[in-house]
């Protein structure tokens, strides 16, 4: 998606430790109409017919994920990270690591709103380690749901996590995968 | 916003504690359709010419926040909770209480995304003891920015957010004021 490629290199900006900052229009301050751009994107991508729900994860994947099941016509569903108070029983857990916080999380999601029934698009902003997406796609399995594929704004294609998945079998579609991130600049998978 | 209470009553569920449950459709599973409905019913109830950004704060605020966003062609803002690692300096913070998680947490968004010369909406799905609000309030303060006002989806009316927002001055809007739930109900404000 080149349109977007150009936006991160324009208005992006490469820190220490492999870190793509891109919280101008993605995940802090968010551009809705790149969104909506994003979500007709995936559309052409998937094979979106008999979709029931759009599953993605608490924080920075809602907005994206949100414009895209509004674009699909199904509900999102964002799994929660460990326990609040207003969750009961009845949930789907997988217990991931977190690289930003350096710490185990669990995510959660309510067996009410995921069953054998649904088929699901899996949305999230980024995919570098690949292991908020492994939790997702285990709750998937675990709901015996059928994973229709992931849509994923961003990869860190010199991190793991999407070679991992498409090991795997996964319908992974990355819109932008940035193979090389430092002083000199940043270079895309395909250029 | 008759529709919206109807959706309540119909779906949400009453838990010890004062919880109301309507994560069917409002803060876990999120009905998109129903996200857009609210928007426009902001629309007409705030003066949102010269706005330049719809404000919130993670998680469950997001969902809301963008749709509103998109509705009226800004940019959301999401204010983070506590410091990852890939949020440099550069911030204003607000600390506030988490009645969700028991504990102190800061509020901090980007100095970059929000200044003087801003015209801000703060959006979020609760407001019970008002809480994060005031953090976002003060925020948008730090900032020297324009308050419009606050959207939000569901207000507990018998906790006293709302009535202190309203006292400061605040224009707030809450499309379901919900006055009493317990096992035999919920009575929405002005019924």
Redesign the interface.
Same mark, same amino acid.
């Given at each position: 998606m080149k349109q977007f490629q150009d936006r991160i290199r324009a208005e992006g900006r490469v820190?220490p +430790?492999n !870190?793509i900052?891109v919280? +101008?229009?993605l995940n802090? @301050?968010?551009?809705? #109409?790149l $969104? @909506?751009d994003i979500a007709k994107e995936f559309k052409g991508r998937f094979d979106l017919s008999g979709l029931t729900?759009v599953l993605t994860v &608490? #924080? *920075?994947g !809602? #907005?994206l994920a949100?414009?895209c099941?509004?674009e699909f +016509?199904?509900? $999102? !569903?964002?799994a929660?990270k460990a326990k *609040?108070?207003?969750? &009961?029983g009845g949930l789907y857990k997988s217990d991931i690591y977190s690289y930003?916080?350096k710490k185990k999380v669990t995510l959660i999601? *309510?067996s009410?709103?995921l069953g054998p029934d649904d088929k699901v698009l899996v949305i999230d902003d980024f995919l570098a380690n690949g292991e908020a997406l492994r939790g997702l796609v285990e709750i998937v399995q675990e709901a015996k749901a059928e994973l229709i594929g992931i849509g994923i704004a961003i990869e860190k294609g010199f991190q793991p996590g999407g070679k991992k998945l498409r090991e795997a079998g996964v319908h992974l579609e990355s819109l932008a995968i940035i193979e090389q991130a430092d002083e000199n600049g940043i270079v895309f998978r395909g250029e």
């Open positions: 820190l +430790g !870190i900052k919280d +101008g229009f802090h @301050r968010v551009d809705t #109409a $969104m @909506r729900a &608490e #924080a *920075s !809602i #907005a949100t414009i099941a509004e +016509g199904v509900p $999102m !569903i964002f929660k *609040s108070d207003n969750i &009961e930003t916080y999601v *309510s009410q709103w």
